[in-house]
């Protein structure tokens, strides 16, 4: 059966595959805000839940994204993303109708699957529909979900939680923790249907059947290493800042600051709402304003200058005394660490053959995820355990955690924007030729 083409301008889309992130995010983050009934009603550990977030959603995630990152290269995208909304849906309510350990640990997995279809699909979709003079923001647009989706599972999904004894039957019946779930899952349904009525524009076979192999886009990423492999390298570095800075932020205003689980994650929550794609939208007009401008340079350049400005933003985040300016400066913090979102994704889509661009977001995703997911983290609480041997103290560990981050990325990123000065000028010298 052909999609309707009901859904067709490139912006619509744009809104389409954002409104999917978002939901996205609100089905992966909404555990973070169950761990204690969770924990009551299963009877599990503080450790068991970490495998929750890590093992179970983390590592399937990344491993996932590779070979679905090789369908989003060769099959039709929408299709694919409306495959995953199903699967990652199903297994957000599964999770919530689990009662034993393992099948909650089987459903994280399963949601972790679904998702890992989402980004390949969706960055090499918009470039595919967009100008590359406006890609950036719309890839940005799409981006910006991750905090908005992060944003309503704390906001949205306390008050939900509140609110289960008064859902109709039979939510009504099940444990609070668990009715959460279930209807957190519900509008990726919507999002699967409204996928099945967007065309696909790529027409006909994308390449010779050679580009099609993961071992190839790998092979590309090895021959083209001063520019796409630097450039994962430096963003990788980035990510582990930002994962680190997600991860400790509310640990920061509980300890030190004297905040309860409650007042932390609501200024998080409605600052991760209002600044996360406030900065992923500006650095990506700041990316396409760039390209207008034939600046060859601006994906590296760029993301240099979201570097200083996170690790700035992070040393004042640890550094601040003051609990009233705690607040404004971690609202600077999520601004700042949501900036490299909004160009990343589009100039690696920009760097990578069109034939490869899925595979290519895939394993930086690999790289990214499972680095920054365990590397960030794991940095900040060493220095909290080892260096300093005070939980308390884990304001002055974040804030020592651009030390480790900010040398690699910016020797990464320097020597990849001198690699892509020169590929610029060999362009135009060749154009000047002909």
Sequence with gaps: ??????????????????AANSFSFVDRMILTLLVEPIKADLGVS????????????????????????????RTHRPRLIAAGATLWSAMTMMTGL???????????????????????SAISLLTDRFPPETSARAIGLFQSGI????????ILGGQLLGLAGTLPAPLSTLEPWRAVFVVAGLPGLAIALLMLCVAEPRSGKTDRPDTLSMIAAVRHIRTHFRTLGLYILGATAVTVLAYGVLAWMPSVLVRVHGQTQQEAGLALGLANLICGPAGVLTSAWMLDRARRNGETMAPASLLIACCLLLSVATLAF???????MVLVASAFLIFA???PYGIISAALSDLAPPAMRGQIVALYLLVSNLAGLTLGPLIVASFTDRLFGRPEMVNLSLALLPLVTLPIALAALLACRGALRALGESDAGSRAQS
């Design 147 to 154: 905090f908005v989706g992060s944003a309503l599972a704390l």
């Design 1 to 18: 059966m052909k999609p309707t083409g009901a859904i067709k301008p490139a912006w619509g889309l744009a809104a389409l595959l954002f």
């Design 98 to 120: 689990a009662r034993t350990f393992p099948m909650m640990f089987a459903a994280r997995a399963g949601v972790a699957v679904g998702e890992a279809t989402l980004s390949p």
């Design 318 to 324: 640890g550094l601040v005394p003051d609990t009233s």
């Design 46 to 73: 503080d450790t068991m839940i970490s495998l929750l977030h890590g093992l179970a959603f983390a590592v399937f995630y990344a491993i996932a994204g590779l070979p679905l990152g090789w369908l989003a290269d």
């Design 337 to 339: 660490q949501s900036m």
